[in-house]
């Protein structure tokens, strides 16, 4: 997920849009499940977690601007019991999963815990960038 995170002496910013301190913001209109808080002039990213449904996948609906499908309204909601749902993947309780290369989950009481690590900014140019694992670093040349 390629935000661009900024860190300023008042705040943080991201795409462009200022947050204050402990101020909660959506990340991207394109996904309403991540969202970013500003804590120490920081941002930290997450995704929100969503309940395992009693209907099938098939069945489920979800709206653009909801994070989290629904059942038809003639299902009750009746979360599952020990067991998360992230990304289409149900996960049992107490199981650690990692989405991307750079977020580190685990299903704890139903909810999905993840962290995500923060890429520092490189003082080298694109051209001289190599990925190691989740955060690009600077070529050494030889």
Same mark, same amino acid.
């Given at each position: 997920?390629g935000?661009p995170?900024f860190d300023s002496?008042? @705040?943080?910013?991201?795409?462009g849009?200022t947050?204050a301190?402990?101020?909660?913001?959506?990340?991207?209109?394109?996904?309403?499940c991540?969202v970013c808080?500003?804590r120490?002039?920081q941002?930290?990213?997450?995704?929100?977690?969503?309940?395992?449904?009693?209907?099938?996948?098939t069945?489920?609906?979800?709206?653009p601007?909801?994070?989290?499908?629904?059942?038809p309204q003639?299902?009750?909601?009746?979360?599952v019991?020990?067991k998360?749902?992230?990304?289409?993947?149900v996960?049992?309780?107490?199981? !650690?999963?990692?989405?991307d &290369?750079?977020?580190?989950?685990?299903?704890?009481?139903g909810?999905?815990?993840?962290? &995500?690590?923060?890429?520092p900014i490189?003082?080298?140019?694109?051209e001289?960038?190599?990925?190691? @694992?989740?955060?690009?670093r600077?070529?050494?040349? !030889?």
């Amino acid at each position: 997920m390629g935000l661009p995170l900024f860190d300023s002496l008042s @705040g943080c910013k991201i795409n462009g849009q200022t947050v204050a301190e402990g101020q909660e913001v959506d990340a991207s209109i394109d996904d309403r499940c991540l969202v970013c808080q500003c804590r120490g002039n920081q941002l930290t990213c997450s995704k929100k977690t969503c309940p395992v449904l009693p209907c099938p996948m098939t069945k489920q609906i979800k709206r653009p601007d909801e994070c989290c499908p629904r059942c038809p309204q003639n299902h009750s909601f009746l979360p599952v019991p020990g067991k998360c749902l992230f990304n289409k993947s149900v996960y049992p309780e107490k199981t !650690e999963f990692m989405p991307d &290369r750079c977020t580190n989950c685990t299903c704890l009481n139903g909810t999905s815990v993840c962290q &995500r690590h923060t890429c520092p900014i490189l003082e080298c140019a694109p051209e001289f960038q190599e990925l190691d @694992g989740c955060c690009p670093r600077c070529a050494v040349a !030889e």
